[in-house]
């Protein structure tokens, strides 16, 4: 009989202080005074604000002063948040709420998503995500995959803003990233995405691979890239390198342009001392303009070019 009434006196206290932002549902709840511990079974559903958590079992650590902490929940329990229409859901083997700071973690083959509608928009796997309610930051960590519209990522961690209402405002992809789009692929270090501009940065030992109509693959190495969805266009600065067909380019800033009927890339702009080596010739220029399709390019200020072994092959003549 005393541990029933412990078990009421701190719910009450705590629902009086929280009004009506906590509910705590269950088939039984257990308080145990030298745990501190309320130890909630069967059908386990807790309310706070606009966040639901259920689970067939959890338990809820109490502090001082008879105050509810931290909520734990076993047994791959589901959590979701309703804004206006969009939805986010949170699933794990295991999750813990602070009921004080309103920060939920999944930990353990945990899954993460925003749908809008019945569409989902983002679906985020990892060993262990953090969210914050207050300031919508999903931070996710371990093994991180990601799928956001039609762009799929991997990376080591993620760093996920959203808005009030659920939309996504900025993503962050930390150590061995890489980014796949239709057949596009970008790796680097540190990726940064902006959903509003539709612009991607990245940055550590970038590379990007991108295909031509007719398959053919263009491979872009540099310090930093910069690709505009929009305008599907790249930006590479710092040791700059392109790969394509029998062409090799370097210089230390490049930009990547498609063609203006087609909208596949197209036009590649090397801007300062640059050098392209096409089979046995090597051109350095201040400029170099490369034509995908057809296949040429054009060297403008202080052109120099070389052509090896030509000696050799006057003599086989």
Known sequence: MKKILIIMTLIIS????????????SKTQVFSDKEKKIKLDGGVKVKMDNLTV???????????????????????????????????????NILKVSLINKVVRAEGESQSSIIEGNTPIVVINADEQEYDTRSNIMVAIGKVSMRYKDIESWSDKAV?????????????????????????????HHFVYNPLTEEMSVTGNTKTTAYTDDGKKLVLHADYQ???????????????????????AQG??????????TGKLNEVYF???????????????????????????????????????????????
């Open 14 to 25: 705590t629902l009086t202080v929280l009004a009506s932002d906590l509910i705590i549902e």
């Open 54 to 92: 259920e689970s067939p079992r959890a338990e809820v650590s109490v502090r001082r002063g008879n105050k509810l902490d931290t909520a734990t929940f076993y047994d791959k329990p589901y959590a979701f948040e309703i804004n206006a229409n969009k939805k986010r859901e949170v699933k794990a």
């Open 160 to 188: 996920i803003v959203a808005d009030p209402k659920g939309g996504l405002k900025k993503l962050d992809l930390i150590g061995n990233a890489k980014v796949k789009r239709e057949q596009n692929v970008s790796e680097g």
């Open 226 to 248: 910069q690709y505009n969805k929009n305008q599907n266009s790249y930006i590479g600065n710092g040791h700059v390198k392109i790969w394509f067909d029998e062409y090799y």
């Open 252 to 261: 230390p800033k490049v930009s990547v342009f498609p063609d203006v009927n």
């Open 271 to 317: 801007i300062g001392r640059s050098k392209i080596i096409q089979q046995d010739k090597d051109i350095v220029a201040d400029k170099i303009k490369l034509t995908l399709d057809p296949k040429d390019f054009q060297a403008e200020g202080n052109v120099r070019t070389i052509i090896h072994d030509i000696e050799t092959k006057e003599n086989n003549l």
